[in-house]
């Protein structure tokens, strides 16, 4: 079987680079799957690249959420794409529509994948957004060459068909072309959150340590159960959080779950510096993901995400290189500062807990 080979980004620019190389290489395909897509410079470069090897006969397809991308809903870029060669299709509405009931149950569902897949050889993912305000936030992203990217494609293939109102059968199980590589998804389905499942199981058989970075934290009871039981049994458990985000109420709720967190032996640190954006879990050194999810639970339980996870070593190595250079540029929260916080962050974390569960 081929060997999947893989190269890590921490820098938005060289992901980008790379995307952009590879688009001007495809000669078969291009598919790009976007939860931010925003009309700038560096989304204009990647649309020409684009379109000029859809003149060239390849074909490219675009799927951006409507939410995320929500500068260009309702506009005339579809339009203008397919006259390109282009095809793009927008992921849901920004408003459901009042004449279907079932609009109201899933709208809220989002597409927060961000997929490039060329020629069904080569992969990109993780936590990269198309727009240049995001340039210098601390991101993690990963390109992939070989079986891995095969189960990458098929994935779109399914996303393309549901963002056009398809009827799709439903996937019992993952399919993992590579023993060590695994591309899982996230459903906002019945028994469609493979990843979510995959992320806590990992947890619980956790025996050395856990690394995790994220850039939202708002765990559902079930997943900080099972990190307070992970530190309680003596596993060392780390946190890279950011200081603050782009999403301040956010950041708020993230921090009604530091008592209990930090009471049960848990380490946090917050990150100082350009926004941390990435999306890295190391367990062991046997174990690791990196991908879209973050750890919230619009993203565990309402949100379609994928990851890649493997049991590589080599792999794991690597990004537990990176999360221990990122944890020279944090400040640790210890238990006795975070009692001493003052009385007006601890009443507005109270009532934050009557709402955190929806965000």
Not at 126 to 149: F, H, T, Y
Not at 256 to 274: C, Q
Request: hydrophobic share 40%.
């Amino acid at each position: 079987m081929q060997e999947t080979l893989w190269k890590l980004y921490t820098s938005n620019t060289e992901a980008w680079e790379a995307m952009l190389s590879a688009c001007r290489d495809a000669k078969e395909s291009i598919e790009l799957e976007q939860f931010i897509f925003v009309s700038d410079d560096f989304s204009k470069q990647l649309i020409d690249v684009c379109a000029e090897r859809a003149q060239a006969g390849v074909k490219v397809r675009f799927i951006w959420d409507a939410a995320g991308s929500f500068s260009f809903f309702g506009s005339g870029i579809a339009e203008n794409l397919k006259k390109r060669g282009v095809e793009l299709v927008f992921f849901k509405t920004l408003l459901p529509s009042f004449l279907k009931v079932h609009d109201y149950r899933s709208w809220f569902f989002r597409n927060h994948r961000r997929n490039l897949v060329v020629d069904g050889m080569v992969g990109f993912t993780g936590s990269i957004c198309v727009s240049e305000k995001m340039q210098s936030w601390r991101d993690s992203n990963v390109r992939l060459a070989g079986p891995v990217v095969h189960d990458m494609q098929r994935s779109f293939e399914r996303m393309w068909d549901r963002a056009q109102g398809k009827k799709l059968r439903k996937v019992k199980k993952l399919i993992q072309s590579d023993p060590e590589f695994a591309y899982v998804t996230n459903n906002p389905l019945p028994r469609g959150r493979f990843l979510y499942h995959q992320v806590t199981t990992a947890l619980t058989s956790a025996q050395k340590y856990i690394c995790i970075t994220t850039p939202y934290f708002v765990p559902t009871r079930r997943l900080a159960r099972v990190l307070k039981a992970a530190a309680e049994r003596g596993v060392d458990v780390k946190i890279i959080l950011p200081k603050e985000t782009d999403h301040p109420v956010v950041d708020m709720c993230s921090k009604t779950f530091f008592n209990s967190l930090l009471s049960s032996g848990v380490k946090i640190y917050l990150y100082e510096g350009e926004i941390l954006h990435a999306k890295t879990l190391i367990i062991d050194g046997t174990w690791s993901t990196i991908g879209t999810q973050n750890l919230d639970s619009i993203s565990l339980l309402y949100n379609f995400e994928a990851n890649i996870i493997s049991t590589n070593k080599v792999f794991a190595e690597e990004l537990t290189s990176h999360f221990m250079e990122d944890l020279k540029h944090t400040q640790e929260v210890t238990l006795a500062e975070w009692k001493r916080r003052y009385w007006v962050e601890k009443f507005a974390g109270f009532f934050l807990r009557f709402v955190r569960d929806l965000l």
